[in-house]
Every structure is written in C-alpha cells, then in structure tokens.
C-alpha cells in the first residue's frame, strides 16, 4: 500500500539550516506537503509542492522534490529554537477516483534547536 | 472564523461510553475530513466528506464509530461503546481545494 517515510529525529544548532527528508511510494500523489506540529496541538500547513516542480521556495523554507526517487526535502534557513516541533510529510492519496485530498503522512521528525 | 474549529479539546471517558465530537469547518471549504493521531504516529486518515456526502471511509473506522454532516457545514464523530484502543487525538481538517488545514484536534482518553 501507500507509504511515507521519514526520518524520526534530527538535531541542529540555532542558525544553522535544517534538511528533513521524505520518501513516498505512489508516484501518482499530484501534492506533497509538510505540516508542522508542535506539543499538544494541531497541525500547521507549512507549504506544499505540485508534482510537476523541482523546487519551492518560501521564505526561510525550501522544498526539493526528486519525483524519479519519490523523495521530497524541507531545508529550513537560518533555524531558530522557535522551530523546534515536529515535521510531517504528507503524499495525496489518489483512488480511482482521482484525488479526494485525503492524506497519508510520515510519522513526523522531531526536530530539535539547540541554542 | 479563521480556521476549523474541534469541540471539546480534551475528553475523558469510561470504557463503554459513548462521546461524540463536533468539527467546525473553514467557511465555505466543501471538504472536510477526520484523522486519528496517536502517541509518535502521524495522522492516519478515517474518513470524508464532500459538501454533506460521506464519500469515502477507512477500514480504521469500525461499526462503532460513526460520522455526519448533515447541512454540509459542521461535522460530528461518534465513538460508541469506547474501548481503551480509542484513546488518541482526533483530528478534523478543511479544504476547498489544494489546502487542508487542521484543527486543534479533541484528545480522548478512554479510561
């Protein structure tokens, strides 16, 4: 079946750039995404790519994706403690119906920013 | 209204209660969908509606849970007879198209 893998740590120091990656298996997802969470809260879309780009910038955020590799990249810039929060990737799911929006998501890296 | 908003935040509840929860959309986002979240997991998909139509389920969703919308705005989830397995945060997100955006989420604990 579908899957999205990621991994579950990653540790940086304040300022540096942080690189999160992803890997999905249906290449047929049109979007991939990345949300973030941080304690006991809900999930905050980030940014999201179409399938057909390589890249997506957004201000401190970079989004690469390989589709030949099905894998996808969050760079963030300039990390600040504020960042620190888990980081979910997220593939569309599509049926025979095409899409229907619904998501599959990676268990999440936890990113820490150490001052 | 800025964004979707889940109702309660937090439950506690007896094994074997019934708890409902209520979602209320972004407006004028024709889609909404429940998620269940549990401890280091990402979300994982239960089902979906476009306007009022329940379109689509997970198997995750069992004979003891039930969703509605019924005016194709806002949405509730019922979990009857709770068992300890259900306890995890429950997450309803919006789209009207590419974006979906996520509530706070109702965190249920099944005791």
């Known amino acids: 079946g579908e899957d999205v893998e990621q991994s579950l740590f990653l540790s940086v120091r304040e300022g540096d750039s942080s690189v999160i990656n992803c890997t999905y298996t249906?290449?047929?997802?049109?979007?991939l995404y990345w949300y973030k969470q941080e304690p006991g809260a809900g999930l905050q879309l980030l940014t999201y790519?179409?399938?057909?780009?390589d890249m997506k910038q957004d201000q401190r955020l970079t989004v690469l994706l390989n589709k030949k590799d099905k894998h996808l990249s969050l760079r963030i810039a300039d990390t600040q403690t504020g960042d620190s929060a888990i980081y979910f990737c997220?593939?569309?799911?599509?049926?025979?119906?095409?899409?229907?929006?619904?998501?599959?998501f990676g268990k999440g890296t936890k990113l820490s920013v150490k001052p | 209204d800025t964004g979707v908003s889940q109702d309660p935040r937090h439950k506690i509840t007896k094994r074997g209660q019934n708890v409902t929860f209520r979602c209320d959309p972004i407006?004028?986002?024709?889609?909404l969908y429940w998620y269940r979240q549990t401890l280091g997991q990402g979300p994982e998909f239960l089902t979906y509606?476009?306007?009022?139509?329940?379109?689509?389920k997970s198997r995750l969703l069992s004979d003891r849970f039930s969703a509605e919308r019924p005016k194709g705005s806002f949405s509730t989830l019922e979990i009857q007879r709770t068992e300890q397995g259900d306890s995890a945060m429950y997450l309803c997100?919006?789209?009207?198209?590419?974006?979906?955006?996520f509530g706070q989420g109702t965190r249920l604990t099944v005791v």
């Open positions: 407006s004028e986002h024709n889609r």
């Open positions: 997220a593939a569309e799911r599509m049926n025979y119906g095409g899409s229907q929006g619904n998501l599959i």
């Open positions: 790519i179409f399938s057909n780009m």
């Open positions: 509606f476009q306007n009022e139509a329940q379109l689509e």
């Open positions: 997100a919006s789209s009207r198209n590419t974006e979906a955006f």
């Open positions: 249906d290449s047929s997802s049109t979007y």
